[in-house]
């Protein structure tokens, strides 16, 4: 079992990390491949000692920094049939790869996870939290919200057979964003097949600041229009309805600054919907937590929104490259 880990700046997550997967109860041998981006914190000092402290701990070099080439180089070091793709920041239970693997099995699928489970620790993070899990700040998808085990469009992170990312082309490097939601796109283009479980559970830690969080999901919308200009047949109205949710606030707000009040519905209508959903998904949070709620829904909506409708054609060039 090849555990692959790209890295970079995680001195706070990094040793638990690793340590989280060298005590799962997997009964096979596990090998982890790090793969070191140019990080500015003492991740390389730590990563240095986890090396030295346990041989299955293995590491390449990454000086690109972007998830996708570190994942790549990541598998190509790796030494295991089975390839389980896990992030420097990770917090799995004991029987995560243990899942996994009887998973795969039983399943005969293509690529195996399940939740993105997201917690805070802080007001804010547990505002985040509360709203990456609900369908109002990130739509149905089984891996932030939870559901039934079955096929799946995608899954959070993941476990592979390696034939299936040899033949898949690996993660495409050109995408810095959304690499996984493509490849396994690719994979079920290909005839395979993606399983969610909810069985297999990774603790996630939100962003801690709104400024943060509005980069993320900046990102988030850019790259998303990226895999739809690539994958036109991947275009929905869920992805679509943020965009549209900016123009129509952003327009009716203007419309009605210059005068015209009837189009003041859409920013309204727009706040008080978000406002009602904070109530319901937060009642059982701190006040101040709740409080932020609703900010949380509308950063983590216009940012997404105005990242899809400002990601430029340029954004995406070259070819994925696996194992390079």
Known sequence: MSVVMPVL???RHLRTAVGNVLDQDYPGPIEVVMALGPSSDRTDEIAAELLAA???????????????VGLNLAVGASRHDIIVRMDGHAMVPDDYIRVAVETLLATGADNVGGVM????????QRAVAAAMTSPIGVGQARFHVGGEEGPADTVYL???RRQVLERAGGYDETFLRAQDWELNHRIRQAGGTVWFTPRMRVSYRPRSSLRALAKQYAGYGRWRRVVMRQHRETVNLRYLAPPAAVLAVGAGTLAGVLGHRWALVAPVGYAAGITAGAVAVGRDLPVRAQLWLPVVFATMHGSWGVGFLLSPKSLRAGDSAFGQ
């Open 54 to 68: 346990d041989p299955r701990v293995r590491a390449v070099a990454n000086p690109v920094g972007a998830t996708g």
């Open 158 to 160: 993941g476990a592979f």
């Open 9 to 11: 700046d995680e001195e």
């Open 117 to 124: 489970a997201a917690e805070g620790v802080t007001d804010f």
